[in-house]
Structures are given as C-alpha cells and as structure tokens.
C-alpha cells in the first residue's frame, strides 16, 4: 500500500514473503495439500459488533489488533510454528532455495546521476543484503565506496531507503530505516572524507529531501513523535515539510508549510535546479490531485505563492526555466501533458501546452539539458520521447525490447543522462543517453549464472472484463510452451492508486520460468497505465472492476489452455493482498492456491491505523453510506463463509510493518481458519524485524521466494524439481 503516490513504487515483482525460522518437527497438519485431521492454533471469538449506518457487523478478532497483548503474541507464535513446520516440511524447498540463490547472484547498478564534479549510484554484487553507494569522478572512472548499509545490522535489517545529495556534489543526505519500518532517521555524510556530521533527523516518513543550493541545508518531511510503544500502530497525522540547517539540532529546525485544517495532507518540498525556487506539492491522503506552490529562495522570509490552491488534477513540477514552471499534468488531458506556467500570470488562461496529450499515457519528464525527456506507458510497457522546450519533437529513445526505463535524472546544463532499462526476461542494465545526438550506449549490463533470456518470450494478450472491458495480460513462458493446461501459472496483479505494472526483471520471476512455470501480469483498472479514467474506473464505488479485470484475467488463461484451475495460483501484495483475498473468496474455484501479502483485508477499519486514512481517496470511507456498502460487500475479513472449498492460502505480514498494521492479515487468517478447519490449508507468515517489503535484506527474499514457491508447487500437487537439485 503506497503511503502516497510518489512513494508507491517499490516492492512490485520482487515476492517479499516472509520466511520464519526453520521447524524440523513434521507439518501437524499432514500434507500440505489436505489437512489430514491436524488442528489451527485456537483463536477466540469476541462478540464485537459495530454499527454503520443501521448495519450491525461483527469483528469477532477484533482483540488481534492488540498486537503487544499476550494473547495475541501467543497465537502469532503458534501460527509461526505451523508455518515453519509446513513449509519446511515441502520436499523441494531446499533444492528451489539453492537454485534461486544462484539465480539471484548477478550484479546490479542504479543509473548514474551526476552533481558537481561527481557522479554517483549504488551497485550489488548479487548475493549482498543491501546495494552499496558509490561514487566517481567520471563514469570511466574506477568508483570509490561511499556508503556500505551492510555492516550497520548483523541481520542486513538497516536498509538505505532514501537519499539526496547536494548540488555541488560534497554533501549527501541519507535515511535509514530499521527492520523494515517506514520511519526514517537522516544522516549526513561529507563525500571526500566519507565520515558522517553530526547531523539527525528523527520522525521522518514517506518523503525525501532536497538541498539548497549552497549546500547549507535541506528540506524534509516528518511527523510529531509519536506515543511511547506506538509508534507501529499509531495514526500519522499533519506531516509537515522543514527545512534543517547543517550544525544545527532537529529543534531548530523552521517550519516551512504543513495543514493545520485536515490531519491527512501529506506534503513534500523540492528546490529548483536553479536554486531559486523551493516548490511545494501537497495531497490529501493519496489523492493523486494535489496542490502546488512556491517560496522564492533569492530573498529571505519571502511569502509562499499558491499557484495551483485547489487540488482539482495532478500537477507534478519537472523543472523550471527561470520564473517559468514546467508542470506535468492531467488537467484538461486524462493522459497527461506537460504545461508551462509563468509564475507572473500563473493563471490557467495563460498556460501554455509544451507537450500535448497523445493517444498512450505520459506517466513522467524531466528537464534535462535543455529539453524535455518524457516517458510514455504504451500499453503498459515504456516509450520515450525527447523535446525541446518550446514543445518540438526532438526524437525517439531507442529501446531494446517491451519493457522498462527508468531514470533520466539530470539537470538542465547536463550534456547527457542515465537510465536503467529491463524486461520479464531480461536483467537490468544501465544506459547511457547521449541528449544532443539521441544516441545511446551500454554502461553497465549484467551476467545472468545458468539462465537464457532468449529461451523465454514475453506476450501481450488482452482479455474482456465483466462489462467488457479489455483487460491487458502480459505473458511469460519458455518459448513453445504447450498450450494443453497444465502448465504451473502464477498470476499477478495490483490494481490501485494510479499505479502502474511495468515489465521488470526479477529473479523470482526467472526462477519461476526455469522451473517450467508460466508468469502472467493482468493489468487492471484502479492503476495508472491508461491515465486518469482507467484509475478512476477502479475506485471507491467502482472498485469491483478491479476483482472483475483479475477474474477475467484468470478466466481468460484457462479458457486458452495456458493453464487450468488446479494449476493456477494468484498473489499480489498490500493492495494487492486486499485484490487477492477478495478474488479468491468471490471465486474460489478458479484457483488452486493463493498468496496475500502484507494485504489490506479490514476494510472497515483500515483508515484507524498509521497513515490508512489517506487511503479512502481509492477506497472510500465508511462514513459514506453508498462508498460503506461498497466496501462491506468485498472486505476480505467480512466475507470469509463457512464451508467454502476455498484454495490452499498462504498469508503474509511482518511484524514490523507500519504501512498496513499487521493485524489485517491477523484477522483474516483467523477467519479463513475458522471457517473451514478441514479443508485446504491456510497458513500465515508473520516475519520478524520486518515490514511491508522495503530495504529486506536479500537472503531473506531468497528465502521468502522458495517458500512461497513450494507452497504452490505442492498446492499443484507437482512432484519434487529433482531438475533443480541436479544443477546444484
């Protein structure tokens, strides 16, 4: 679940599952495909009913939500034990953990971005919990370590989450975060010694920072501290942006701009590249629309100037050319366009269009050498357009395949960019854009151990929704494949808050692809591949679209024999966990397993806890009678029914995860549970020192991945991959 928008993007594709300790005691509740006479560990049923507009719903695990109360600690601790005991029971575990850790071992490079005299990115040697920082004088040059997050956890559990360096490049401001946890703590590090300054920030969440341009300070986003033990559970309210002098305490730091008249905006700063200006976009919860203004840096104590008050589309700035403001927005263009606002007549009458709206989806620019780099969605897969300022069409980027890019960061006298460029099959590699010829060239590509991108192809397919909606699939598979209806199909899906699915790499999927699986990505309503309708298409009351895309989506890959009902399986995290639970109860006979993530399952409740208020502009809110019977009629922990042959479920959460509070997942293995005790087994992950997917550390993904791909497995009833072990 994305604490907002901007902060979305971040564990798609990569199968966070959480893996507790090994058991060596045998599953007690037999095979994993049928219960055998085992038994769930006990979980009360409460009498708490609650009232919303003359309906009474019950919430019998209300007590779960107490998460630090012996009684819940004791049933978390038994279900730990079952899982463990099941999963490690699965006779290939072991040998698909080997296989994906050799899989896994390939090194990994962000694009390069350059400040001053330096360049800097990060880089894995594979197998690394954390990825590593560096820094160069040029990018032939041989990089030196700048940051190492490894050593700052025996378990690799401190994870660098966000970083911001200074315009002159000798400067670099970075959070941190522990086991998992969205809350950040600042550090800053001088880049030509390598050591730290005193520097703290506290408090900080679901922001980044941004320097002046003299290198004295940098804006920041936090929160008031919260209660004493509360700070997991506890509802964030009234965020607000500061700016922190270097040598200075956090105390002293200036209030820049918070909202005093709602608790749920969130808000974020940016200085211009030209140091001028400090532009400031606020949003309430994570309503893509959003507001927009700006404080002129030249002159002290100078008033905020509103040029967008009321948030009625989105407005992303990208740049800016003296007092004009180069703005990405869908005002007027549901799949976007980017407008110039002069800061003199900033109003709408005097925009000028740069780049108008066009048949694909412009999902993001940036103003990079004296032109606009823009990157397209074209059915969900990237296409990227370079202009010039006055809106010529300046040419095309050439990309090597359906997939992904990423990156373009620069600033507007950089003489060329970086960008990172993947698909499903192949690995990412790093490109270098050359932005007065157009031309590009490899910088850093990748060997993959034991795995031949060109054995796998990749396909669009689309399929009709329940009101005929064409819903996109991408499709993975070895070429040839058989379309007889047996293969092993994972199916993926998301399908919220304007975010959007893009082919990517990861070496689960490719592990998944070596075992003989087939890999399917529905694209569905609620994200952002399509602009604003689409998104729209799959909120509050409209929400239904998105389960319907996804039933459609599996129907479709029966239906042509990729696979078949016994051998398909869907998973999905945060809400994607929330689209998993309400499919597999809405039709439950289409799949053989499935896997909830770190899933929004009370929907009722989800607004109570951390930042799930400013979720109800996707959801809706319960005060809302019509929004309130939208949401009691899929709400994964309200629609659990006795007896129901529902598919063998494995069901994820951390215990340290402060986006969605654990106790979804709590609530819904319980009730799944107690609803058919004999049937196909329910399972729930509760992974210590660990959150909702960022910054876990990689041997704990490896880990992750082979236990929730022998779930599967053997939910298909396959036989052990005895082809895994002998290429140990």
Not at 472 to 478: D, E, W, Y
Request: glycine residues 10%; negative net charge; proline residues 5%.
């Amino acid at each position: 679940m994305p604490s907002r928008v901007a902060y979305a993007v971040c564990l798609l594709f990569l199968f966070l599952w959480s893996a507790a300790d090994s058991a060596q005691a045998g599953c007690p509740l037999g095979s994993i495909d049928h219960r055998q006479g085992g038994s769930y560990p006990a979980a009360a049923r409460g009498g708490q009913l609650d009232v919303f507009h003359g309906v009474s719903v019950a919430d019998p695990y209300r007590w779960m939500e107490a998460i630090d109360e012996p009684e819940t600690r004791d049933w978390v601790k038994a279900e730990a034990k079952l899982s463990a005991a099941c999963l490690a029971a699965i006779p290939e575990r072991n040998g698909i953990a080997r296989r994906l850790k050799t899989l896994w071992n390939f090194e990994r490079w962000s694009a390069p971005v350059q400040h001053g005299a330096n360049w800097f990115f990060s880089h894995n040697d594979g197998l690394q919990n954390q990825s590593m920082l560096f820094v160069a004088p040029t990018l032939e040059a041989g990089p030196r370590l700048l940051l190492d997050p490894n050593g700052l956890s025996k378990d690799g559990t401190v994870a660098l989450r966000e970083l911001a360096i200074s315009d002159d490049g000798t400067r670099l401001a970075y959070a941190l975060s522990e086991a998992g946890s969205d809350w950040q703590t600042w550090h800053v590090r001088d880049v030509a010694t390598g050591r730290d300054l005193p520097d703290q920030i506290h408090w900080s969440k679901a922001g980044s920072a941004s320097w002046l341009k003299d290198g004295s300070g940098f804006y920041y986003t936090a929160y008031d501290r919260p209660q004493e033990g509360a700070a997991l559970k506890e509802r964030n309210v009234y965020q607000k942006l500061y700016l922190h002098k270097l040598g200075t305490a956090q105390s002293a730091d200036r209030l820049i701009y918070g909202r005093s008249d709602d608790p749920d905006w969130f808000v974020g700063g940016q200085v211009s590249d030209d140091g001028r200006f400090l532009v400031i976009q606020a949003n309430h919860g994570d309503d893509v629309r959003n507001t927009l203004l700006v404080e002129g840096l030249s002159a002290p104590a100078t008033a905020i100037q509103t040029v967008i008050g009321e948030p009625d589309a989105s407005y992303t700035f990208i740049g800016n050319v003296g007092g004009t403001l180069y703005v990405l927005t869908d005002r007027e263009a549901p799949r976007y366009r980017i407008i110039a606002i002069d800061l003199g007549r900033p109003q709408p009458e005097n925009w000028r269009t740069i780049v108008a709206e066009s048949d694909e989806t412009l999902e993001s620019a940036g103003l990079v050498g004296g032109q606009v780099v823009a990157k397209y969605l074209k059915d969900a897969h990237s296409a990227v357009v370079r202009f010039a300022l006055d809106g010529k069409r300046l040419g095309d980027v050439g990309l090597p395949g359906l997939g992904t890019a990423s990156g373009f960061d620069g600033q507007l006298a950089s003489s060329e960019t970086t960008f990172v460029f993947s698909s499903y099959t192949q690995p990412p590699s790093v490109y270098r854009l050359d932005l007065s010829t157009g031309k590009t060239a490899v910088w850093r590509a990748p060997k993959l151990a034991g795995f031949d991108p060109a054995a796998f192809e990749t396909r669009q397919v689309f399929a009709s929704s329940k009101d005929g909606t064409k819903v996109p699939i991408f499709l993975v598979a070895r070429r040839g494949v058989a379309l007889d209806g047996s293969n092993p199909t994972i199916l993926y899906g998301y399908g919220g808050f304007n975010i959007s699915l893009e082919p990517q790499f990861s070496p689960s999927i490719a592990g998944w692809l070596d075992m003989g699986g087939v890999y399917a990505v529905a694209t569905l309503r609620g994200g952002g591949e399509y602009g604003r309708a689409w998104h729209e298409a799959g909120m509050k009351t409209h929400k239904q679209n998105v389960f319907d895309d996804f039933i459609a989506a599996a129907s479709y890959l029966i239906d042509e024999k990729w696979t078949s009902p016994s051998r398909l399986a869907i998973l999905g995290g945060s809400n994607g966990g929330l689209l998993v639970g309400a499919v597999l109860e809405q039709r439950p006979e289409l799949f053989a397993a499935a896997v909830p993530e770190v899933g929004v399952m009370d929907m009722l409740r989800f607004r109570e806890f951390t930042i799930g208020k400013g979720w109800e502009s996707d959801y809706g809110s319960v005060d809302d009678p019509e929004e309130f019977k939208a949401l009691l009629a899929y709400s994964p922990v309200h629609n659990v029914k006795s007896g129901v042959d529902y598919p063998a479920t494995l069901v994820i959460t951390g215990d340290h995860d402060d986006r969605v509070f654990p106790a979804h997942s709590f609530k819904f293995a319980a009730a799944m549970q107690n609803a058919n005790p004999d049937g196909k087994p329910v399972l729930i992950r509760i992974e210590t020192r660990a959150g909702h997917g960022q910054g876990k550390p990689t041997a704990k993904r490896i880990a992750e991945t082979a236990d929730v791909f022998a779930f599967i497995r053997q939910s298909f009833g396959l036989a052990a991959a005895r082809r895994l072990e002998r290429r140990e």
